[in-house]
């Protein structure tokens, strides 16, 4: 989901994220945390009234993760991002892929219904500062934007004449992005993954794509197995930190 930004250097206040959750949530601008900017970060949450601070980090860099860990971050995800070359032979292969089609209007409260149950490996659950009910919601808003954008397409899988599946796709340039994937449990281990993500590479070929990326939790194995399957390799493993305000009792 795109939050808006409003940048100012170190860090960048996250408004959309704020109003969503009723907090005054931030987001590091860095990769890595040099001890320079580490109390010139402090004093940007303290000025502002921060409550949270998201921070992306290089997994590689042992010195971030100390200082992070030193300066009140908790770690709540590994952010893995796969990708794969997109070719004639994506195009060629696909007329729609098998039990998929293209979503519409109809199917948006099966949608937001499923997207609220299967997505609970994500780093906004596994910290408990966050209620369940809001992070529900906040998948269950992801794909009803995803499914009303004009710069988002979504297709769903179906079985037995029911939606159990969901895929939604961006295209920027020549890199093409999946945003939400998901199968109903029910529904797991039947190839309806796959048939998703291969309905996501045609899309891309069609929309000229070069490069496909998607992005999953260090947690979700099976989701990783699913990509590996369908041609995709680990590009970048990052670390996901959270460093929330202590407030005085």
């Known amino acids: 989901m795109t939050h808006a930004k409003q940048n100012e250097g170190i860090c960048s206040y996250l408004g959309w994220d704020s109003q969503f959750f009723g907090k005054r949530i ?22 502002r009234d921060i409550d949270c601070l998201y921070f992306l980090a ?16 908790a770690l709540v995800d590994l952010r893995v991002t796969f990708e794969s070359e997109v070719g004639d032979e994506h195009r060629l292969s696909s007329g729609p892929a098998d039990h998929t089609r293209p979503a519409c209007q109809q199917d948006a409260e099966t949608l937001r219904r499923m997207a609220g149950l299967l997505h ?28 009303n954008s004009s710069d988002q397409t979504v297709f769903v899988a ?22 939400l994937l998901g199968v109903a449990e029910a529904n797991a281990r039947t190839g309806l993954g796959t048939a998703l ?51 005085e009792s």
């Open 158 to 179: 179906e079985a037995a004449d029911q939606v159990a599946g969901y895929v939604s796709c961006q295209i920027d340039g020549e890199e093409s992005r999946v945003g």
């Open 58 to 73: 290089d997994s590689a860099d042992a010195r971030t993760s100390r200082l992070a860990e030193q300066n009140g971050f």
């Open 26 to 47: 931030a987001r590091l601008n860095r990769k890595r945390l040099p001890e320079a900017d580490v109390s010139q970060m402090l004093m940007w949450c303290t000025e």
């Open 197 to 247: 993500m291969k309905r996501f590479l045609a899309w891309s070929a069609e929309q000229g794509a070069r490069r496909a990326t998607v992005v999953t939790q260090g947690r979700n194995v099976a989701a990783q197995r699913l990509y590996q399957r369908c041609g995709f390799h680990t590009s970048s493993v990052q670390h996901w930190y959270h460093r929330w305000r202590v407030r």
């Open 120 to 147: 609970r490996d994500t780093r906004f659950y596994f910290d408990e500062h966050f209620e369940r009910s809001k992070c529900d919601l906040l998948y269950e808003t992801w794909i009803d934007k995803s499914l």
